[in-house]
């Protein structure tokens, strides 16, 4: 199968040539258009008339978009919706004819933990939940849809149960508390469409990427952009002034410094604390911020040390790329130093995706979500100097 990828830069409009696309093809050409963004959704609805979105049958959002699939309807729905897509959703696209328009390239992997004492109570006993394939570490969903096993409450599994519907959960490591598993979509969620066309930027350096090739799936770049990139390109090095003082210390030059492994380190516990004066002394004395005007980031699990539970209302996940909540904020720090996840490269390890390109599209995806969207100017800080050097190279180029 052959993906058409317009690979392009945010703000080149990739969405409105795609949305007049499927406007000029008219309600007999059925699509799926599927967006991270809520508000994508309703600009699309508003352009294109005949697009509905799934409203909630019985309580679940799938059972809405069963009901629209099964009438023949062009659909525009989320990312979480449609991996969520089972047998019977890939049944009704195939027998449709459906194309699949996807804006940003999601995830098809992602991380699962299950604490050990609720994995004995799904795999032990006379009736267990699940079975393990012990050549291939993948899980098989054995229970009914409410069960909850041993003394657990009913429906307490049924997530689970959703994410082996939707996918495939390979057991990657285990120990005497922990349970980790990977969860990878069925490649099925794609095939079953006659057509997929993707809008993103730096493909090559997505996980999406990495999974589709190692499918047997073609890429077919769409050059009718490119020649936007170089123009926005020259317009980003006007509004980006990425902060080059004091705050960034010699302690963050390293090449692994603010990953997610150096915060792990309990020899780093120092450089922590400094890493957390830095982000104080650049907001409140360098920037002189309010609230409102500031958006920062780094890994969830080091949010609270880094911060030091100040600036809650300016934190957004640095993975996280489905949302326009922030395009008012003119500061931006990204106090975290991308690496590919080494249990999610395991399953693309036939597939050359280097880290350096992966770290780059998540930080430019991310200083995306702040006001140079909207053409203003901003102020960005990166301590890590692997990432900051990253970002100035390709913001020069």
């Known amino acids: 199968m052959v993906v058409t990828v317009i690979d392009s830069i945010c703000g080149s409009g990739k969405s409105t040539v795609v949305r007049q696309r499927l406007y000029e093809e008219g309600p007999d050409h059925r699509a799926l258009f599927v967006t991270p963004y809520l508000d994508e959704i309703e600009t699309t609805i508003k352009q294109i008339p005949w697009f509905k979105q799934p409203e909630e049958i019985d309580g679940r959002k799938l059972n809405g978009l069963k009901q629209l699939l099964a009438a023949g309807e062009c659909v525009c729905t989320t990312h979480a919706l449609f991996i969520r897509m089972d047998d019977e959703c890939r049944s009704l696209i195939t027998a449709v004819g459906y194309e699949l328009v996807m804006d940003e390239a999601l995830s098809p992997t992602d991380e699962l933990i299950l604490n050990r004492k609720d994995y004995d109570a799904i795999t032990d006993g006379e009736f267990p ?122 302690a963050f030059s390293a090449r692994t410094a603010l990953s997610l492994s150096w915060f792990r380190n309990k020899k780093n516990v120092g450089a922590i604390y400094e890493l957390s004066a830095s982000l104080r002394g650049f907001l409140e004395y360098y920037m ?103 970002f100035v190279s390709w913001l020069e180029s």
Not at 315 to 331: G, K
């Open 129 to 250: 939940l699940i079975s393990l394939d012990q050549e291939t570490g993948i899980i098989t969903w054995l229970g009914g849809e409410n069960y909850g096993g041993g003394d657990s409450e009913p429906g307490q599994f049924s997530e689970l149960k959703e994410d082996c519907d939707s996918g495939t959960i390979s057991i990657v490591h285990r120990d005497d508390r922990t349970i980790h598993m990977i969860w990878t979509i069925k490649i099925e969620n794609f095939s079953c469409f006659s057509s997929f066309t993707l809008m993103t930027y730096m493909f090559k350096a997505s996980y999406l990427y990495g999974f589709l090739m190692k499918s047997g799936f073609t890429v077919f770049f769409d050059p009718q952009l490119d020649a936007r990139d170089t123009e926005i390109k020259k317009d980003l090095c006007q509004l980006i002034s990425v902060y080059s003082g004091r705050y960034n210390l010699d």
């Open 288 to 390: 002189k911020v309010k609230k409102g005007e500031y958006i920062w980031t780094t890994f969830l699990s080091a949010k609270a040390a880094v911060g030091n539970r100040r600036y809650g209302e300016g934190f957004l996940s640095c993975n996280m790329r489905a949302t326009n909540d922030y395009r008012d904020r003119t500061v931006v720090v990204y106090a975290a130093n991308r690496f590919f996840n080494p249990n999610t490269r395991k399953l693309f390890d036939e597939i050359s995706v280097s880290d350096d390109e992966f770290a780059l599209s998540e930080i430019v995806q991310f200083i995306f979500r702040s006001a140079v969207r909207e053409n203003k100017r901003i102020t960005v800080y990166i301590p890590s100097k692997r990432m900051r050097d990253l």
